[in-house]
């Protein structure tokens, strides 16, 4: 007996009788999953924040020390009647006097002993006295110190690290603050007070006039222990940690400062994390969630981190308890969606499957194919090998339901698709092969009209004072391309370089080229005249371009050296300006002008009149012709290669070989696009004049 598979809608339904418990576990742990992230994210902004808090509290804290000092100045008349005196004593002497001695002392002082009397002024006066009466009341205040109004020190209550303060960032932070005002520095090592601590710079004045400048490095370390910390009990921390991953302080009880460092793993999360972050701190065995933030300047180095972290079970233990109630709410939810899904699953892929059975077959019956010859190719015959036997599989489909059915439609649409494709390819390929040829023939047709070698102006024979040198760059944005160049002679000491770009590129431009070709070789009687020359070349266009109907134009550049005479001119039509320098000048190659002249391009007005420039030629003058497919060449980023990256370019190829410099600078452009194809014909042509004197040829 036959055993008969049950049909689709019934497999349909033991489909999702079986996977209902699926999605009650994946979506139970894709729930704990995301929820925990999103505890974990939101309980880190809040650790963030703390830290943040006790950053803002120790900044206050160092600006309240500031305050404190500035009343105690006030207070205290005896410092600033000492700077005062400090300072009209300063005014009394020549000020250069005064800088070349502060120099003096500044560079003798690292070596000078505590006994120094110079040393000795600075830690015996009236404000230093007042100075260690401050710091006496004030224990967190690890070093004060004051200078006069240039910088000079005059008080402190031990020996500094120099003398000259006027070249410090703080010191010309607090002269820049008006009266009043506290400036607080990042956390770092205080060389002098040899302790980790917070600069707090205080100005100094003598009623309106700027006096002098006070420091004091407050002690981090002290300056937390008068913080109140009390989220001890409920496994919260607040500590201060050094670059180099040591704890500075911390409040849990019992801490020595920098004997203990967090671990190597999450200094690293940390120093990576930016300005703020939260990381994952694993301590004796405790998981802990930990919220950073960094001390110091934005984008400089970290003077240290402020962290505030808490038990990881703290922030899981919330998640748990509610974790029971969503797996029953997600089971009854799995069960109406598993309903939901079969009338879904009827409405939407049962009945769409028999609207494509129908589909398939009014598709095989309309399918009409014209018989052809089939080409012997080895590609070709792959593929069709690969697709016989995809159908080969499509007619082995036994699955006893619609699928088996629509497989069978499917086997004779796909049979019939199979051999129209096949004539289709063969057709094309015909097509194609003839296309190519043509196009083959047109290259070479086209690459016989560019020079195949370089004039020698003048002769090799004859000794001149100048002496020419050519090379060019040529390469199509397809098999054929719309841009041109061509060198004339025009004698024994005078030559030509014509350069000329066609509108677009492709079969239609390198026909224009052709033309081009033929019309500058009937030209040559104007050519020693460079504005008639394009006037020439522009008459005889326009008539040929006006009897085809077609829009078109031409660019074109046309310059003339003569070696002879020193003298070179051009005419212009529409055309970038080429670039010109002179080697050994140490300048950088600039365009011929600067304004683009009024000159339109080839073909476009019959009556155009075209305007002749002279201009001296020396010895070492380098001349770049270009079309746009370079200049206009573009990276990954849209930016364009543009003319600076060009002179920059022929400027850098100036130190190799002159056959070389046009391939050096497209090579140059080629890594700016960051691909070899360009979607424009690209034309450089590059002309020296180098120095003279007669070539003697080879074996002579």
Known sequence: MRFHLPGLR??????????????????????????????????????????????????QASNEEGKLFATWQDADAALVEFLTAKNRELSSRDIREVREETRSIDASWPSWDVNEPRIQ???????????????????????????????????????????????EAWWQKGRALPKGQVWTDVLEFDESSRVFSQDVVVPLYDGAAFAGVAKMSVDITSLFRTLGFDGEAKGERWEIVLPDGRILA???SGFVSLKESVDADTLWEITKGGRSGTVRREEAGESRLCGFMKLGEEGGKPGGYVIFSSRRDEVVAPLRRNLAWVGVGSALLVGLCALAGFAFIRRKVLAPLEVLGRAARSISATARLHQGDRPDEAVVKAKRAAAEEDLQRIQAIRTGDEVEALAGDLAVMTSRVLR??????????????????????????????????YPDVPPAEVEAALRLKFAHFYQPASTVGGDFFDLIELGDDCAGVLIADVMGHGARSALVTAILRALVRNST????????????????????IARSGQTLFVTAFFLILDTRNGKVSWAVAGHPAPLRVRRGSGRTPEPLWADPPRQPALGLMPRAAYHTTESPLRTGDVFLLYTDGAVEAENPAGEAFGVDRLAKCFDEALDGPMAAMPAKIVCEVTAFQR????????????VEAGNGGMVVPRGA
């Open 10 to 59: 019934g497999k349909f339904v033991a489909a999702l009788l079986i996977a209902a418990a699926v999605p009650l576990v994946v979506g139970l742990i894709v729930l704990e999953t995301i929820a925990y992230r999103g505890m974990v994210r939101e309980r880190g902004k809040m650790h963030q924040m703390e830290a943040l808090t006790l950053v803002q509290a120790i900044q």
């Open 121 to 167: 002024a600075t830690i015996r006066n009236r404000g230093a006295d007042s100075l260690r009466e401050f710091l006496a009341i004030h224990p967190e205040v690890a070093e004060a110190l004051v200078t006069d109004k240039e910088g000079r020190l005059v008080a402190t209550n031990e020996k500094t690290s120099d003398y000259d303060q006027a070249d």
């Open 250 to 252: 911390s409040s849990r």
């Open 420 to 453: 129209y494709q096949r004539e289709l390819e063969e057709e094309v390929s015909a097509k194609t092969s003839v296309i190519q040829e043509d196009l083959e023939m047109a290259r070479q047709f086209q690459n016989a009209l560019l020079p195949s070698g």
């Open 525 to 544: 009687e104007q050519a020693r005249d460079p504005g008639a020359f394009l006037s020439e070349l522009n008459r005889h266009l326009h008539e040929v």
């Open 675 to 686: 691909r070899a194809q360009y979607d424009d014909d690209v034309c450089l042509v590059a």
